[in-house]
């Protein structure tokens, strides 16, 4: 796996079950992911040096984020390495202009959206479907960063290379997942919903509560239908907005994603197995939710967050808490680990789960 954050260490931990053992190309030694395997190649992951001593020895080669430039995971498929996903497909998940495109072409609805290269194109696109408008970064974005709202014209651009779309009303965000086999089989865990925070997923429940079956259907057509237009191999998350005209996709990662992490405990087969299943082209594990509500807290670092202090007082307030922790160092809104709780009751499991995660941050100090 290129790459070595949570991700990567909680892929780890389901290969270890299934007897097998990840190798990573990590940026530093302290990678959280680095910090339990012993397979690790130090390098960056733009180096196609790095990479290619990296692949040697692979069967094959998965990504924990989407930072490998395409023209690289083209030089390692032209040397026969087992690039999952493949290079054409990870470029819709790497490069936002060309998925909004993409997606428009197979008829799937998103944002009004377009290209821009300067004020006065954001200024238009505001008068012409009116503001606040949302600027993205075109590639390279997460957690909110790379993502600008604006009721009018800025003075500049916030960055180099950034589109422009409309700002959506949302009623909820959802998320769809779903595994994809080279030779074709699929499997999909059931819509679940996010909760964003300044750009930053805090909480998933799933299955989605407050949405009808017909529209989790839907999702879930659209979310299947990517992968196989696509071409996507691997674990395909599909963020998506519910607007009053509908559902709209707003983002696709063809990893693992903080929207599946409920699977670890909430479903029979987690993300993190499926997706080494699904890139070995390995028989695809049931997807079944296992109880009628799990809520997955994530815990963002607070001001003096000191887990190694708070978490047997954690563990203690909330004994059925499902915790874990990233091995990161601590900083205030870092994704630092996260809290799973399953259950009969929306409310009561997601209290629950925020209390486990407000005495890990320290909050009640
Ligand atoms: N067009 C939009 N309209 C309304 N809200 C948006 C829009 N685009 C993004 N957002 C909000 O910002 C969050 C982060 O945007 P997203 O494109 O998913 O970037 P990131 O890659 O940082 O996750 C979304 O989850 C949503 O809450
Ligand atoms: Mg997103």
Same mark, same amino acid.
């Given at each position: 796996?290129?790459?070595?954050?949570?991700?990567?260490?909680? $892929?780890?931990?389901?290969?270890?079950?299934?007897?097998?053992?990840?190798?990573?190309?990590?940026?530093?030694?302290?990678?959280?992911?680095?910090?339990?395997?012993?397979?690790?190649?130090?390098?960056?992951?733009?180096?196609?040096?790095?990479?290619?001593?990296?692949?040697?020895?692979?069967?094959?080669?998965?990504?924990? !984020?989407? !930072?490998?430039?395409?023209? !690289?995971?083209?030089?390692?498929?032209?040397? +026969?390495?087992?690039?999952?996903?493949?290079? +054409?497909?990870?470029?819709?998940?790497?490069?936002?202009?060309?998925?909004?495109?993409?997606?428009?072409?197979?008829?799937?609805?998103?944002?009004?959206?377009?290209?821009?290269?300067?004020?006065?194109? /954001?200024?238009?696109?505001?008068?012409? !479907?009116?503001?606040?408008?949302?600027?993205?970064?075109?590639?390279?974005?997460?957690?909110?960063?790379?993502?600008?709202?604006? +009721?009018?014209?800025?003075?500049?651009?916030?960055?180099?290379?950034?589109?422009?779309?409309?700002?959506?009303?949302?009623?909820?965000?959802?998320?769809?997942?779903?595994?994809?086999?080279?030779?074709?089989? $699929?499997?999909?865990?059931?819509?679940?919903?996010?909760?964003?925070?300044?750009? &930053?997923?805090?909480?998933? /429940?799933?299955?989605?509560?407050? &949405?009808?079956?017909?529209?989790?259907?839907?999702?879930?057509? &659209?979310?299947?239908?990517?992968?196989?237009?696509?071409?996507?191999?691997?674990?395909?998350?599909?963020?998506?907005?519910?607007?009053?005209?509908?559902?709209?996709?707003?983002?696709?990662?063809?990893?693992?994603?903080?929207?599946?992490?409920?699977?670890?405990?909430?479903?029979?087969?987690?993300?993190?197995?499926?997706?080494?299943?699904?890139?070995?082209?390995?028989?695809?594990?049931?997807?079944?939710?296992?109880?009628?509500?799990?809520?997955? /807290?994530?815990?963002?670092?607070?001001?003096?967050? +000191?887990?190694?202090?708070?978490?047997?007082?954690?563990?203690?307030?909330?004994?059925?808490?499902?915790?874990?922790?990233?091995?990161?160092?601590?900083?205030?809104?870092?994704?630092?680990?996260?809290?799973?709780?399953?259950?009969?009751?929306?409310?009561?499991?997601?209290?629950?789960?925020? $209390?486990?995660?407000?005495?890990?941050?320290?909050?009640?100090?």
């Amino acid at each position: 796996m290129v790459g070595a954050g949570q991700l990567a260490r909680m $892929t780890h931990q389901a290969a270890v079950d299934l007897g097998m053992s990840l190798r990573l190309l990590a940026e530093s030694p302290t990678d959280g992911a680095a910090l339990v395997t012993p397979d690790v190649e130090l390098g960056a992951p733009d180096d196609l040096a790095a990479l290619t001593r990296f692949a040697k020895g692979c069967d094959v080669v998965t990504f924990d !984020h989407e !930072h490998v430039p395409t023209e !690289h995971l083209r030089a390692l498929e032209d040397s +026969d390495v087992a690039v999952r996903p493949g290079a +054409d497909a990870l470029l819709f998940a790497q490069d936002k202009l060309a998925q909004r495109r993409r997606l428009q072409e197979l008829g799937i609805p998103v944002p009004v959206f377009a290209p821009v290269t300067s004020v006065a194109d /954001v200024a238009r696109f505001g008068e012409e !479907h009116g503001w606040p408008v949302v600027v993205k970064a075109v590639r390279g974005g997460y957690d909110g960063r790379g993502v600008w709202f604006y +009721d009018e014209p800025p003075d500049s651009l916030p960055g180099p290379n950034v589109y422009v779309e409309a700002k959506v009303p949302l009623l909820h965000e959802l998320a769809v997942q779903v595994a994809r086999r080279p030779s074709g089989g $699929t499997r999909a865990w059931p819509a679940v919903e996010t909760v964003q925070q300044d750009g &930053i997923c805090v909480e998933v /429940v799933a299955p989605a509560p407050r &949405i009808s079956p017909a529209l989790s259907t839907d999702a879930e057509r &659209i979310a299947l239908r990517v992968a196989s237009e696509l071409d996507v191999v691997g674990v395909l998350a599909v963020e998506l907005f519910e607007a009053p005209g509908g559902l709209l996709v707003n983002e696709l990662a063809m990893r693992p994603h903080n929207s599946g992490h409920w699977s670890i405990e909430g479903s029979v087969t987690s993300q993190f197995e499926q997706h080494l299943r699904a890139v070995l082209d390995w028989p695809l594990g049931d997807t079944s939710p296992l109880a009628p509500v799990t809520v997955m /807290v994530n815990l963002l670092g607070g001001r003096d967050t +000191d887990l190694t202090r708070t978490l047997p007082p954690a563990l203690e307030a909330v004994p059925e808490a499902h915790v874990h922790l990233y091995g990161k160092e601590p900083r205030p809104a870092r994704k630092l680990g996260h809290v799973t709780v399953l259950g009969d009751d929306v409310v009561e499991a997601r209290e629950r789960a925020r $209390t486990a995660v407000r005495v890990l941050r320290g909050d009640d100090e």
